[in-house]
């Protein structure tokens, strides 16, 4: 019997796995077809994945998160919850198709109905994978999560790509897309041996809805939160403006959306497995903060001295107008880099409904944090969320806090270490990017800087923080051990 450690150390490992080059693979498509592509084209898809996201939030109504946190899931739990969520993808289908001619409507942009519609098949392609990738992630056996998600990125990008050199312009976005939730339930199908009985039972509905419909309402809450921002824009600004916003604020949630969700995926139903041992929770999650500001902090610091930089180089001058707000937005990534790992601690222990409370009072101060700042352009949004989500932090982590017995000191005490790294690294880059304008190439400055900046970040890392050092090294040491013998899964009796 593989005991939880070593399954949650092999499974953050292979999930690490799969964020690096999956979404690796995906940021590096994303730079590509912005270089083909008009802010116009990323506009258009961002106001039809206002509505059709919002939409997918509800696609199971939050019962994998209930298969994942209860104990005694039985064949009857896993069946029901396939075909309910195979009726909703296509209800919600149906549901888009109508609703896409008012969206279009809504924004004045006609094209949107076609988009609307075309990317709305992902409800109906990824309802038949949720409970394949909810077993596997229950099991904590990332490594096949991992095959699908590299696979995909893939396929997806290679599709986007050549169909954007082709001319397609926004088709290329929209359909990579649509390939991407298909070709992920297809390979989650092969992966993962269990398949539907024909069963749809009232009473084991009942037992994951009572669950998963305060995971649900975290969801849904979650996603306005998230996307309010995107929908305000694009109905009083334009969709030049929402096409920069959304690169922006996609590049400064980048890198704690991928490294927060390798860890926080495996830690939830880690936690879930421990709800009860409150100290078992505090050492997990502090050493989640640890790891993930050790990652992120540099990583959004980094981007945000070089941004100046790295826009016109790296993806084109028609670009420039969104360095300022990028800057911005790393401060907002930096502080949610730390606040996305409280919600895997309310998960595990059952109060979803704590984070319901708290995503209320974020989409409202959000909101009208919004509304004040859009008088300034995406600069004054930006700003505005920024300066709103310092509030919004202290809320929810004195939430998180008190559920497991934690102090603010602790958490002072975690990230202390990345917060002096990244201090010293943005000093450092800064000096250089001052004064190698002056006899370097744009190119030249920012490998150059990029190339100073992890040099000086690892050096005092390594100075004010070697043990953690050593126990990154031993996490990626587990690689290679979790290659060596993949889990069996199978179908709960």
Known sequence: MISLQIQTVRGISWSGVSQVVSQGLQF??????ARLLFPEDF??????????????TVNDIGLSAAIIQKKGITEKHLSTAFWVGLMLGGGLFALA????PFIAGFFGEPLLRSIVVVLSLSFIFGSFGIVHRTMLMKRIDFRKIAITEIWTAGIAGIVSLVLAILGYGVWSLVLGSVMASLGSSALLWVLCPWRPSRILDRESFLDLFGYGKNAMGSQILGYIDTNIDYLLIAKFLDATSLGLYTLAFQMAVFPFRRISRIIGRVTFPAFSAIQDDNEQIRLGYLKTVSYTSLMTFPMLAGLAVVAPVFIPVVIGENWVPMVLPLQILSVYGILKS????ANP???GKGRPDLYVRYEILSVFVISLAIYLGMTFGITGVAAAITLAFCGLFFVIQTIANRLIGLKYAAIVRAVLPAAIGSGVMVAAVWLFLSVSGWYMSGSASLVSSIVLGVMVYIAVIMVVDSRSVEEIKSVVRHIVGASAGPNRIRAPK
């Open 28 to 33: 590096l498509v994303k730079i590509l077809l």
């Open 43 to 56: 506009g258009l898809l961002g106001m039809a994945l206002v509505f059709t996201m919002f939409i997918e």
């Open 97 to 100: 198709v109508l609703a896409s």
């Open 338 to 341: 730390v606040e996305a790992n």
């Open 345 to 347: 601690v309310l998960m």
